[in-house]
């Protein structure tokens, strides 16, 4: 269940930065399809409000979504130990 959590998340939506006109600072689809200097120039090129604007929004889908399944694993882990706690208190009145 935890390498669930660590699992990598989907891409976040596109409706996170709809409207910032932000290219993608540090995401690259396909890395080795775009050398240093292609991705120099496109450094250059960006507008840095809006993309890091970006980049934060799409930390914070991230953050929130590895929350979440950190909090289900803890409820399972949790859970887990209760059967476990029970089934050994049952087996043991059982066995007298």
């Known amino acids: 269940m935890y390498l669930w959590v660590l699992w990598p998340t989907a891409p976040p939506q596109e ?3 709809e409207g910032l006109g ?3 600072l540090f995401y690259l689809h396909d890395p080795l399809n775009m050398g240093g200097a292609g991705y120099s120039d496109r450094l250059k090129s960006l507008v840095l409000e809006p993309e890091l604007t970006a980049e934060a929004l799409k930390l914070s889908f991230i953050r929130k ?3 979440r399944r950190f909090r289900y694993a803890l409820i399972v882990t949790l859970i887990a130990y209760m059967v ?3 089934g050994f208190f049952a ?3 059982c066995a007298f």
């Open 65 to 67: 979504t590895k929350a």
């Open 91 to 93: 087996v043991g009145r």
């Open 15 to 17: 409706r996170l930065t």
């Open 22 to 24: 932000a290219q993608g």
């Open 84 to 86: 476990v706690g029970v």
